[in-house]
């Protein structure tokens, strides 16, 4: 077996490119977290290659097999109640004193009513109780939390508004600024606060930035947020991050010092990881050099809830970049098959092509499929699948360093010339997006960059939102958002899936 080399630790490659943070989910969390106090997996179950759960801890400098210090944790799926001792919390409650987590604020469990209340009405005791547990969450577990918002499709779905009690663009506006009231008055602690924007088209966005940027303004208040957070339309459209940001430097709410770090919630695409790196770099050249871009996703955990595995990464000059995934090796005749999983997946042809993980090169294809034809799980059933529930566990971790390698590959091939076709104009090199971005910037009149912005429409239109459509599409989103609905409510549906089935199993599996 391979041993850990300088090589794996993602940490010292990220260089200088934006940050992608794993959307840590419970599931995986808890099997970290219990295993310190107690043996949640049975000896006999941890494969020969990985003994020691802490090997797929990627917060622990010391163990882990791909060192990576930065990750995303969302109170939607957290223990709020910091109290108690909750071994499945542990990973990240009691993580490397250097790495860094951002805890979200759970604004879509608002949406979906899966945490009741009437969040337009300031009175309403549920939402009071609610918005208590996060904010104490984030300043006792965090290095940066966002601010509780309300998005601004809930009002645009029968069943979400019925079930927040948010009717109206007015109400999640009024709403979201209770929270910020709150978030200001009560944070405690060192975590630094993202104030995070929302607005289904370019009208709502602007009209809610010039609402909200206030609680970042040090003029203002005595401790005012730290950052900023992009949700909605601001996560999607290149045209309307690039102006948002122009005006956050002239209007001095991107400062050195004070304004140092963006997240953009819920992106994905290997494009916008590069999108977001040349715009990182042209701010710290030219106003900011301490500015940081995040972004998250939980793509490698829903991937395996759904029996997909990471096989590939794709960065052919001119094409899509991507990192490929399609269901893996599930079959019981491999429970006593003593092959490497990577070479065994190869040869068997279930996956075109493979590119070992750091943990999937210590596991053999039985250390997945290790359920025999006639094996009974331990509530005595014999189910279809050859996998148990850590076999999610261990296939989710190699699934978090294919993206964390995916996403540095791709910024290390584009920063030596190469690149996807979406960023790449075919006829005039001085075009591309890159140069383009570091125009918008290295002006130091607002007027001038925002007249770049405008001139370049097209080319900022060619480049597709994390929701499937273009800028242009999308400058009014009304007209789009029963697609945009439906890709927020199928990624989290299959989030909440992961979180309910599978923590299900597991617990009936390990017996408590």
Avoid at 62 to 68: A, N, R, T, V
Avoid at 310 to 334: C, F, G, L, V
Avoid at 475 to 490: G, K, P, R, W
Wanted: charged share 25%; hydrophobic share 35%; net charge negative.
């Amino acid at each position: 077996m391979s041993t850990i080399t300088e090589q794996d630790n993602l940490t010292n490659k990220q260089d200088t490119y934006a940050i992608f943070l794993p959307a840590i989910s419970s599931f995986y969390s808890t099997y970290v977290g219990k295993q310190r106090f107690s043996n949640y997996v049975d000896t006999a179950r941890m494969p020969a290659g990985i003994p020691d759960m802490e090997m797929l801890n990627w917060l622990n400098p010391q163990k882990g097999l791909f060192p990576y210090k930065w990750s995303l944790y969302s109170a939607g799926h957290a223990n709020l109640d910091v109290t108690k001792h909750d071994p499945r919390e542990d990973m990240v409650r009691n993580r490397d004193p250097n790495s860094i987590i951002l805890a979200d604020s759970g604004g879509f469990q608002i949406a979906k009513g899966v945490w009741p209340g009437r969040w337009a009405d300031p009175t309403d005791k549920a939402a009071e109780k609610k918005r208590e547990q996060v904010l104490n969450w984030q300043c006792s577990i965090a290095t940066y939390g966002m601010t509780m918002d309300i998005p601004t499709w809930t009002f645009r779905d029968p069943k979400a508004a019925q079930a927040s009690g948010i009717f109206s663009y007015d109400d999640a506006v009024n709403a979201t600024k209770y929270n910020n009231d709150y978030w200001m008055a009560n944070r405690h602690g060192d975590t630094k606060i993202l104030n995070v924007l929302q607005g289904g088209n370019h009208a709502e966005a602007d009209h809610w930035y010039e609402l909200m940027k206030d609680y970042c303004d040090p003029k203002k208040h005595a401790r005012p947020f730290e950052g900023w957070g992009m949700g909605g339309q601001n996560m999607c459209d290149l045209h309307l991050v690039l102006k948002r940001l122009v005006n956050l430097i002239h209007d001095g709410l991107l400062e050195p010092g004070q304004h140092d770090w963006m997240h953009f919630l819920g992106t994905s695409k290997l494009e916008w990881a590069l999108i977001l790196t040349d715009i990182q770099r042209a701010i710290r050249q030219y106003h900011n050099p301490n500015f940081t871009i995040s972004f998250d996703c939980a793509s490698p955990f829903l991937a395996t809830a759904n029996g997909q595995l990471y096989h590939t990464i794709a960065t052919e000059h001119r094409s899509k970049w991507s990192y490929q995934m399609s269901p893996t090796a599930d079959n019981k005749k491999y429970a006593l098959d003593s092959r490497l999983f990577g070479d065994a997946v190869k040869q068997d042809k279930i996956h075109p092509t493979f590119e070992n993980s750091p943990i999937s090169s210590r596991l053999k294809i039985s250390d997945i499929c290790t359920y025999k034809p006639g094996d009974l799980n331990k509530i005595g059933k014999e189910g279809r699948t050859s996998w148990d529930s850590f076999s999610y566990a261990l296939l989710m971790g190699h699934n978090v360093w294919m993206h964390i390698e995916a996403v540095q590959r791709a910024n290390r091939i584009y920063d030596q010339g190469s690149g996807p076709d979406m960023l790449l104009d075919p006829f005039d090199p001085l075009h591309n997006l890159r140069n383009l971005v570091d125009r918008v910037f290295a002006s130091r009149d607002r007027k001038k960059s925002l007249t770049t912005i405008e001139e370049n429409l097209t080319i900022w239109n060619r480049v597709i939102g994390t929701r499937g459509f273009t800028g242009k599409k999308s400058v009014n989103s009304h007209t789009q958002f029963n697609a945009l609905f439906d890709y927020c409510e199928d990624e989290a549906i299959t989030e909440e899936t992961l979180n309910k089935h599978l923590l299900e199993d597991l617990e009936n599996e390990q017996g408590n």
